[in-house]
């Protein structure tokens, strides 16, 4: 499920695009943007299944144990509470998980070598000798082991980061909020649940809206946005202001006009937020000063109307 924070960076990212490609067809601007979207939303399933694809990595090491000419004991008696967890049996089983895989045409077949390092790194962890060792196991511990793996192992990790860029160029910016996603969703499983409770792509049909909305006004209005933004930068080095800013400002405008359950401090905070991670260093302290002035400015001629939730 795509956070707000998260659609609002889809939109800019969409706008940044076509602005610098001086492209005049809103419309097919608008579909890459939900295709972005998507391909998140395919991120999310992707990496459900990652934990499937080691437990088989598992599997076949032990196979190919067993068939040495001279096996060990441990070879012919293997540890099977990895392979046999029943969290990751829930998912390899899951109807909902399988048919968004084959039909996205997702997976990690190609991937060998990923999968793994990715094992080995896991098997060398004290918490996967812990969950192993265990004198007992249980379907919350099953799920505990795949939290911790999602929470240690995947975020800082060159190899996966080139296998996903390979895969999807749209997945560079997304593993870190997917990760929480799938996270959530195996804190969330249960097992008397017949399948995996996948998080839809959008929280409400209000969502989509919200961001084609967000896309098609500050399009729209761009230059005029930018006509505005210039009354309160008057007094700053044109050069100085660079674009990203202005797109960030001229979205959060629209944001303000255009949203009337959005309270202006949620949009100031999340345009200023993403400043932070968008823009360049000082851009979050000087947008922030300029959309004060703004907000200021935008109640005086009555532009700002909020009501209900956005009130508060």
Request: aromatic content about 10%.
């Amino acid at each position: 499920m795509l956070s707000r924070r998260q659609l609002r960076i889809k939109a800019i990212k969409a706008l940044y695009a076509h602005l610098k490609s001086d492209s005049d067809n809103m419309i097919a601007s608008e579909k890459n943007m939900m295709n972005s979207i998507d391909k998140t939303y395919d991120l999310y399933f992707q990496m459900m299944t990652l934990p499937v694809e080691l437990a088989h990595y598992a599997q076949q090491r032990q196979e190919l144990a067993k068939q040495k000419k001279l096996p060990t004991y441990e070879d012919l008696h293997p540890n099977t509470r990895f392979i046999d967890n029943a969290v990751i049996r829930m998912i390899a089983d899951s109807d909902t998980v399988n048919d968004r895989m084959a039909a996205r045409k997702l997976g990690w077949s190609k991937y060998p070598e990923l999968i793994r390092t990715l094992y080995n790194q896991l098997a060398a962890t004290d918490y996967f000798q812990a969950y192993m060792s265990a004198s007992e196991s249980s379907f919350k511990a099953d799920a505990a082991l795949l939290a911790t793996f999602f929470e240690n192992e995947l975020q800082d990790c060159p190899m996966l980061d080139d296998v996903l860029e390979e895969q999807s160029i749209l997945w560079s910016d997304d593993l870190g909020f997917v990760l929480t996603l799938v996270i959530r969703t195996i804190s969330n499983m249960r097992q008397s649940h017949a399948d995996v409770k996948m998080l839809p792509e959008f929280k409400s049909d209000e969502d989509a809206e919200f961001v084609k909305t967000l896309f098609e006004k500050t399009l729209i209005n761009y230059n005029e946005r930018l006509e505005y933004i210039e009354k309160f930068t008057r007094n700053w080095d044109v050069e100085r202001i660079v674009f990203m800013d202005n797109l960030i400002m001229a979205t959060a405008i629209t944001e303000l006009v255009s949203f009337p359950s959005i309270p202006v401090k949620v949009t100031l905070d999340e345009y200023i937020d993403i400043a932070k991670f968008y823009s360049t260093p000082g851009s979050s302290t000087f947008i922030n000063g300029v959309l004060d002035k703004i907000v200021e400015a935008l109640t005086e001629e009555g532009k700002l109307k909020k009501t209900g939730r956005g009130l508060i």
